[in-house]
């Protein structure tokens, strides 16, 4: 069971340049979610969906974009790398937003 | 919105000892709670979750938790930790309504002496 997939593990980015984050599940649920987290501050909600078309504002929203084209698929997209963004990202679904979530690997992303 | 704290940063224990890491939230509704681990390198995995019933919850690998309604809190426990627990420990609060806000606590890391 593959689960929660995200690619890449690693990047590391200069500042100004853009990339995407990709994230597929196969468990067809239609909550997906993107987190980063940084030390000591837990994990802080950037953007969720309920279901594909659908997307929504976390916490800490400004400086990515996301879009859900398909159920299986949550691409987070950065355009302007900042230093501010150095961080840990995980990718999450559940099969309904007040179930458990299922997470991916996470992707190490260093802006310098 | 509603918050949650987790008041150890980093435990530090010998192997057989007791653990507690302590979580509180901040919501006044009904509230599903869950308690996930992130072992060293890996992503987060569920320990064990609350949605209703008896409030002292057991999970995977000996660890239990104990849903405190008057006192906001969901304090994780395991009896005798092993060198193996060592990870970071994150407690997590979705209030039953909000459908969608998974709010997480700032993490423990625990280390576990051998």
């Known amino acids: 069971n593959a689960g929660v997939t995200q690619t890449p593990k690693f990047r590391i980015l200069k500042i100004g340049q853009s990339m995407t984050l990709q994230c597929t599940q196969d468990?067809?649920?239609?909550?997906m979610y993107w987190y980063r987290q940084d030390p000591g501050m837990g994990l802080k909600l950037i953007y969720y969906?309920?279901?594909?078309?659908?997307?929504d504002k976390g916490e800490v929203p400004n400086g990515y974009n996301v879009s859900r084209s398909t159920t299986e698929d949550f691409p987070l997209r950065l355009e302007l790398a900042a230093p501010s963004q150095t961080s840990v990202y995980f990718c999450?679904?559940?099969?309904?937003?007040?179930?458990?979530?299922?997470f991916g690997q996470g992707t190490r992303l260093t802006v310098v | 919105a509603q918050s949650v704290s987790q008041h150890n940063h980093h435990v530090i224990l010998s192997e057989a000892a007791s653990l507690e890491l302590g979580c509180n939230y901040s919501y006044g509704g009904t509230v599903n709670l869950f308690w996930y681990v992130q072992y060293p390198g890996q992503h987060l995995q569920l320990l064990l979750k609350y949605f209703s019933g008896d409030p002292l919850v057991k999970g995977i690998k000996g660890f239990e938790a104990e849903f405190i309604k008057s006192k906001f809190s969901f304090n994780l426990r395991k009896p005798s930790v092993q060198w193996s627990d060592t990870a970071e420990y994150f407690c997590?609060?979705?209030?039953?309504?909000?459908?969608?806000?998974?709010?997480f606590g700032g993490g423990t890391r625990l280390m576990v002496k051998p």
């Open positions: 997590a609060v979705n209030p039953n309504n909000a459908g969608n806000m998974l709010t």
């Open positions: 969906s309920v279901g594909a078309g659908i997307t």
């Open positions: 468990m067809n649920h239609n909550y």
């Open positions: 999450a679904s559940s099969s309904r937003g007040n179930t458990e979530a299922f």
